[in-house]
């Protein structure tokens, strides 16, 4: 089997001021948003105890290849349309349903300039998908959730890598989630889709 670029070319850090100071300058410049977090944000979330953040670093050049953060988090059934809220629950034995269930929110993911168009965040989906499988994980987590920035890349990228729609449209999920929208054009549509991904998909495979 071939391995990927980042088993192949990378070691796998949890992110901090040390580490970042002894790595070349990394950026991201298509996303302000996401630079300035992983410049300037990702320690105060990890000492708040938001979250904590992990990158990939090359092995000779210590150059920063990406970087994701991650939390604790839920798939809430309890506030969806009974049609969705059943479509999740089939999955799940009967004795086991609830109104929530363990996932892991990938609350931000990049992968720098120097990196671009070469598969690299596809290999840290599989990465975070397998690390939440592993059996030495010490907790459930049934889910991997992200809250995708609402544009047709972003969303096209996690659904080519398994994730779905929780909600079947923009107006659907501002009706059962907190209004994070925004108006263009007259038209109002949420700044992020909420996505999930089913750990079972792979670990059945196993």
């Known amino acids: 089997m071939v391995k990927s670029f980042l ?31 992983f410049h300037e944000e990702y320690s105060d979330y990890e ?37 969705k809220r059943n479509k999740l629950n089939r999955k799940i034995p009967f004795s086991k349903q609830r109104s929530q269930y363990p996932a892991v929110l990938v609350a931000q993911l990049a992968v720098f300039d120097d990196f671009g168009g070469n598969d690299i965040g596809k290999e840290v989906l599989d990465f975070i998908k397998s690390w939440f499988i592993d059996p030495l994980n010490k907790t459930g987590c049934r889910y991997v959730i992200v809250d995708a ?8 990228f996690y659904q080519d890598n398994g994730f779905d729609f929780i909600f079947s449209s923009d107006e659907e999920e501002m009706r059962y989630m907190s209004k994070a929208e925004q108006v263009t054009d007259g038209e109002v549509f949420r700044e992020t889709r909420l996505m999930v991904y089913d750990l079972m998909t792979i670990k059945s495979k196993k």
């Open 149 to 156: 920035v609402n544009t047709p890349k972003v969303l096209k």
């Open 47 to 83: 000492y708040q105890m938001l979250g904590k953040t992990y990158c990939f670093v090359t092995r000779e050049e210590q150059k920063i290849v990406a970087a994701f953060s991650i939390a604790n988090s839920s798939v809430r059934v309890d506030n969806m349309p009974k049609s």
């Open 7 to 37: 088993d192949s070319e990378c070691e796998f850090w949890r992110m901090t001021e040390g580490l970042v100071a002894r790595c070349k300058p990394f950026s991201c410049i298509k996303d302000k948003h996401i630079n300035k977090f």
